[in-house]
C-alpha cells in the first residue's frame, strides 16, 4: 500500500499536473470504485476546476470549484497515470478524467481495492470526523508526540500504524524509524523514555523526508505519474532485508509478526527490554 512518502510524491506530481484545469468528461469501467456511484460523480465532476490537491494521511483529496472535494484512497494497488491523449485504455484502467486544455488523467488499480468519494462542502466536514485521521507526521511537535505516547497503551508498532494516532505511517517506514532509532517494535508505548520518543519522533520525520526527496519505495505496484518508480527501497535498512546482515553491525536481520504485521529488525541494534 502506498503510504505518506508515496501519496505525497503523487500529489506533488498532480499539482503541477493538473491544478487549474477544467474536468471534461469522466469515463467510469468499474462501478464499485466509485462510491458515490459512477453517474453521480460524473455529474459532480463535469466542468468543474481543480482549485488544489493535498494529502490527508493517506487519502489525495482534491478541491474543486465550489469547494467541493474529490476523495481518492489507492489501497493495495491504486495509480495514478497521465497521458496526453491515450489511443487504447491501457490494461486495468478503470478511470479516466479528461480535461478541457487537454490531457488525461487515469486511474489504474490491478486488485481493485482502492475507491473514489465526490463530498459536497458540508459531507468533506462529515466526512473527516467519521475517518477521524490523526495528525500528520509533520504537524506534530516532539513535545505533543511524547505527550500522545506516554497516553497509550500497546505495543508501539500497531500504535504507529493507527491512523487515528497518526495519520499516514505505514509497515515500510514505521519499521525503518524503529530501527533507526533503536527501539524494539513490541516495546510498550507508554514505556519509552523521553529521550527514546525524542529520537524515535526524530528518525520518523528523518526516514519520511528522506523517502520524499527519493519519491517512495518501489516494492511491488507503486509508480509514479510518469510509470517511473520510486529509489527508497534502495536506502532500506530492514524492511524487506530479512536474514542479510545489518548495516550497522554485521548482526543477522530477523523477521517478527507483530500485531498480524510483517515486521523486519535487527536483533542487537533493537534489543527487546
Known sequence: MPELPEVETIVRDLRGLVVGRRIDFVKVWLNKLVRTGPR????????????????????????????????????????????????TRPKHVHLIIGFEEGGVLMYRDVR??????????????????????????????PEDFRERLCSRRGRIKPLLLDQRFVSGLGNIYVDEALFAAGIHPLSPADRIREDEARRLFDEILSVLKEAIRL????????????????????????????????????????????????THICPRCQPRR
Open 112 to 141: 481493485q481495492f482502492g475507491y473514489f468519494l465526490g463530498l459536497q462542502p458540508a459531507d468533506y466536514q462529515a466526512w473527516l470526523v467519521s475517518e477521524d485521521i490523526g495528525p500528520d507526521p509533520f504537524d506534530l511537535s
Open 40 to 87: 453521480r460523480l460524473a455529474g459532480f465532476l463535469l466542468g468543474a476546476e481543480i482549485h488544489g490537491v493535498r494529502r490527508r494521511g493517506k487519502f489525495i483529496v482534491f478541491t474543486l470549484s465550489g469547494e467541493k472535494r474529490l476523495v481518492v484512497h489507492l489501497r493495495m494497488t491504486g495509480q495514478f497515470l497521465w497521458a496526453a491523449a491515450p489511443e
Open 215 to 262: 519519491r517512495g519505495s518501489t516494492v511491488r505496484d507503486y509508480r509514479g505519474l510518469t510509470g517511473v518508480g520510486g529509489q527508497f527501497q534502495s536506502r532500506h535498512q530492514v524492511y524487506g532485508r530479512t536474514g542479510e546482515h545489518c548495516l550497522v553491525c554485521g548482526c543477522a536481520l530477523e523477521r517478527l509478526v507483530v500485531g498480524g504485521r510483517s
